[in-house]
């Protein structure tokens, strides 16, 4: 101690000016786990509270909190004027949403799951999709249809589709396919607040998983804009683009490839209509190779469209290789769960396809 003291004494100032220049260990806030499905809770919430033009319905989304428990707790919130549970008839209730959103109020239709929007799609395509175009931009519909879509466990054919294809085949809608919490929270609130009709496609088999959120992230003013990709892992060898649950598999086929060298860059589309075309070239110049993945079955699916534009912009003379799609396989849903298992892409089948691509 007294060593110590004589040091100091004898460098003076010197040291006293560094002592004072020492700064404290400043730690990050923690992040905070949230599951998907409270994302969405909270998204709502929140702007159910901020508009009050703002109002969920659709099949037991109110008493019953939802059937996948989406929606908990705000019936008791907001009551029965703002949550409303409908009868089981998607032509009616749909129909219902999409008038009130013309006449100027923001509902959020539920489905309980996409694969029952088929009853409505025309109301959604006719009615929602078209009127803006139709009236010369004078009617606007603000109006977000979400629920599950895609492949779920063991429902079979009828109720394991994917949406995706189908919706953002139509001008007139947006079309979000969020991954994880940060993706579900940011882009409903993003539609929500949108003027035009947006088709919120989630995942049931994503609704109970949790990923980090940081402080930001859960701030009332957090969106995601709509129609822009991220990059959720960086790398040089191939491009591999997703969406929904199937960025969870293409980054644990990266993690995998990685302690074999390949590096790969792995986009979360996030957005499916419009498409970030310029996110995906700019990767695709970089790496000059191309994985697509999806649940959806290939002909006229989201990885077509994604090699139409490359091959149609100036990424395609980048390519090394042609572009390698990973799809669910061309079949209605076998309800057998290891048939089931053999129908939509696994991390195998994406490590696969990398390897047949890159030739290695």
């Not at 806030?29 to 994302?39: E, G, L, N, S």
């Not at 809770?41 to 019953?64: C, H, I, K, N, S």
């Not at 003013?221 to 959720?232: L, R």
């Not at 790496?287 to 990424?315: D, H, K, S, Y």
Request: aromatic share 8%.
């Amino acid at each position: 101690m007294a060593a110590s003291l004589r040091c100091v004494i004898r460098s003076g100032k010197s040291a006293v000016s560094a002592v004072g220049r020492r700064e404290f260990h400043r730690s990050v806030p923690a992040a905070v786990q949230v599951t998907v499905r409270d994302a969405l809770t909270q998204a709502m919430d929140e702007e159910l509270e901020r508009d009050d033009r703002v109002f969920l319905l659709g099949e037991e989304v109110a008493q019953y909190d939802g059937a996948y428990k989406v929606s908990r707790g705000l019936w008791k919130k907001y009551g029965d004027k703002r949550i409303i549970d409908t009868p089981i008839s998607e032509m009616g209730f749909t129909g219902i949403a999409v008038g009130a959103a013309m006449a100027g109020l923001r509902p959020i239709c539920e489905f309980m799951t996409f694969n029952f929007s088929m009853q409505a799609i025309d109301q959604v395509i006719n009615s929602a999709a078209k009127t803006n175009y139709m009236s010369a931009g004078r009617q606007s519909v603000p109006i977000v249809f979400r629920g599950p879509n895609g492949a779920s466990a063991g429902v079979a054919a009828q109720h394991s589709q994917c949406f995706a294809a189908w919706y953002a085949h139509c001008p007139g809608l947006k079309v979000v396919s969020p991954w994880n919490s940060e993706d579900a929270r940011g882009l409903l609130k993003a539609s929500i607040r949108d003027d035009n009709p947006v088709v919120f496609l989630e995942n049931e088999l994503m609704y109970g998983v949790p990923f980090e959120m940081s402080e930001e992230m859960l701030s009332k003013d957090f969106t995601v804009p709509i129609g822009k990709a991220k990059v959720e892992r960086p790398g040089t060898s191939v491009t591999v683009v997703s969406h929904s649950r199937y960025v969870g598999h293409c980054l644990d086929a990266a993690a995998v490839l990685a302690k074999e060298g390949i590096e790969c860059e792995v986009i979360n589309l996030r957005t499916i209509r419009p498409l970030d075309v310029e996110t995906l070239e700019t990767s695709v110049m970089k790496t000059n190779n191309l994985v697509t993945v999806e649940g959806g079955w290939p002909q006229f699916g989201v990885g077509a469209e994604i090699c139409a534009r490359i091959m149609e912009g100036p990424a395609f003379n980048y390519l090394d290789a042609p572009v390698t799609r990973v799809t669910g396989v061309d079949i209605p849903m076998p309800y057998a769960k290891i048939l089931e298992d053999h129908s939509v892409p696994q991390i195998k089948d994406i490590i696969f396809s990398i390897k047949k691509t890159l030739n290695v």
